[in-house]
C-alpha cells in the first residue's frame, strides 16, 4: 500500500475542518465584532452631529407677580398678572451649518476608519495563506530530502557490507534522517497553530477555520510593481479629519459673536383699574468672549494637527512606497540568481556525490554536505518568495489598489 505522504494527510485533515475559500472569508468580515462596533461609533457621530448642529430649542416661561402676600387672590391689585413668555436665542452667524459640515466629515471618517479594519484584516488573510504557503513548501522540500536520505541509508547498507565504509557513515545518514523527520514534525504543528491563528484573526476562535490557498487570487502579484495607485483609505481618513477640523474651527471663530436671546410675552391682569393685559418684548446679548476664544485657539491648535499629520503621512507613504519597491527589485534578483545558477550547481553537486558514494568513491561527510547545502538553498527559495508576495502586497494594500 502506497504510504500517505504529510501534504496529503494535511489536505484530508483540511476537508473535514471548516475549509473555507478567500472569497468566504472575505464576505464574512462583515459580521467581524470590530466592523458591527465601527458602524454603531458611525451612528453614534451622526446622530450627535444632528443635535450639535441644531439651534437651541425656544423657551417657554409661565409666570405669576406681584400678588399681595396677605390674601394671595387674583384681581385684587392692578399690579397683579399672569404671563407667558416665549423666547429664541438666534445665532448672528452661519456657525451651526458649520458644525454641521464638521460632523458630516467625521462620519465620513468612520466609513474610513471601517474600511482600514477591514483591510487590515483582509492584508492579514493574505500573510497568513503566504506564510501557510511557505510551510507547506518546506514539508515538500523535507519529505522530497527524506526519501533522498532513505535511499542513501540503503546504499550505505550495501557498502558497509562490503567494508567500503564504516559504520559511523551509517550512524551519522540515520542522525540526519531523524533531524529531517523533526523538521516535518514541526513544520506539521506550525500549520496546524497558523489556522488556529486564522480564527483567531476572523474573530470565530471557537472554529476551526482552514483557508483554501488555491482560492487566492495570487494572479494580482504576477505583475511587476506599476505606478498606478489611488488614494489610500488611510489618506481619506485624514483628510476627513483634517476638514472636520477645519469647519470646527471655523464654527468655533464664529462662535466669539455670542447668540442675542430675543423673546416677547404677554401679561393677562385682573382690569381693575381699566388699563388691560400687557405686552412686550426684550433682546439680551452675553457679555464677555473669553471662554469661546479658548475653544477657538483650541480648534486652531486641532486644525493645525490635522494639516500636519496629514502632510507628513503623505510624504513618508511615497518614501515607504519606494523603499518597497526597491526591496522587491533586490529580492527578485536574489531569486533569479538562486534558481538560475546557484540551486542547479547545488543539485548537480549532490548528484554528483550521490554517485560517488554509491560506488565507495566519496566520503559520506561530503554527501551529507551536499545534501544539506542544496536543502538550505531551497529553503532559502521560497522564504525569499515569501518575502516578494508579502511585499507585493503591501505595496499593493498601500497604493490603496483592492487586494481582494
Request: charged content about 30%; overall charge positive.
Amino acid at each position: 500500500m502506497k504510504i500517505l505522504t504529510i501534504t496529503t494527510l494535511i489536505f484530508l485533515i483540511s476537508i473535514r475542518v471548516n475549509a473555507q475559500t478567500f472569497d468566504e472569508l472575505i464576505k464574512d468580515i462583515d459580521n467581524h465584532s470590530k466592523i458591527a462596533s465601527l458602524k454603531n461609533k458611525k451612528q453614534s457621530i451622526f446622530n450627535e452631529g444632528r443635535a450639535k448642529s441644531r439651534w437651541e430649542e425656544p423657551q417657554l416661561k409661565f409666570e405669576a407677580m406681584n400678588f399681595p402676600s396677605e390674601d394671595p387672590r387674583f384681581g385684587l391689585s392692578a399690579m397683579s398678572s399672569v404671563g407667558i413668555t416665549l423666547s429664541q436665542k438666534v445665532p448672528l452667524t452661519s456657525k451651526y451649518s458649520n458644525i454641521l459640515k464638521s460632523y458630516n466629515y467625521l462620519v465620513d471618517s468612520q466609513k474610513y476608519k471601517l474600511e482600514i479594519l477591514k483591510r487590515n484584516i483582509i492584508l492579514e488573510v493574505w500573510n497568513h495563506a503566504i506564510k501557510k504557503e511557505k510551510i507547506i513548501k518546506s514539508i515538500k522540500i523535507y519529505e522530497e530530502n527524506m526519501g533522498w536520505i532513505k535511499d542513501m541509508i540503503k546504499v550505505s547498507g550495501r557498502l558497509y557490507s562490503t567494508g567500503k565504509i564504516s559504520q559511523q557513515a551509517i550512524l551519522d545518514l540515520k542522525i540526519r534522517k531523524t533531524q529531517i523527520d523533526s523538521s516535518i514534525k514541526t513544520n506539521e504543528i506550525l500549520l496546524k497553530k497558523i489556522d488556529r491563528s486564522l480564527s483567531k484573526l476572523l474573530d470565530k476562535p471557537n472554529q476551526d477555520i482552514s483557508l483554501h490557498l488555491n482560492s487566492m487570487p495570487w494572479n494580482i502579484l504576477k505583475s511587476t510593481v506599476t505606478e498606478k495607485e489611488k488614494k489610500t483609505p488611510q489618506e481619506l481618513l485624514l483628510i476627513s479629519l483634517t476638514k472636520a477640523a477645519s469647519y470646527k474651527r471655523k464654527a468655533d471663530k464664529q462662535n466669539r459673536l455670542p447668540e442675542i436671546n430675543v423673546g416677547l410675552n404677554y401679561k393677562s391682569r385682573n382690569n381693575v383699574d381699566n388699563h388691560g393685559d400687557f405686552i412686550g418684548g426684550f433682546l439680551s446679548v452675553p457679555i464677555g468672549v473669553g471662554a469661546r476664544s479658548y475653544q477657538y485657539e483650541s480648534s486652531s491648535y486641532n486644525y493645525s494637527k490635522a494639516k500636519n499629520d496629514l502632510r507628513d503621512y503623505q510624504n513618508e507613504l511615497v518614501s515607504f512606497k519606494e523603499e518597497l519597491k526597491l526591496e522587491i527589485l533586490k529580492l527578485e534578483s536574489e531569486l533569479n540568481i538562486l534558481v538560475s545558477q546557484t540551486i542547479k550547481f547545488a543539485q548537480t553537486a549532490r548528484k554528483i556525490s550521490s554517485k560517488s558514494y554509491s560506488v565507495g568513491s566519496s566520503d559520506y561527510l561530503e554527501l551529507l554536505r551536499s545534501e544539506f547545502q542544496l536543502q538550505n538553498l531551497l529553503l532559502q527559495k521560497i522564504e525569499i518568495e515569501s518575502k516578494i508576495k508579502e511585499n507585493k502586497v503591501l505595496y499593493i494594500f498601500e497604493s490603496g489598489l483592492d487586494i481582494y
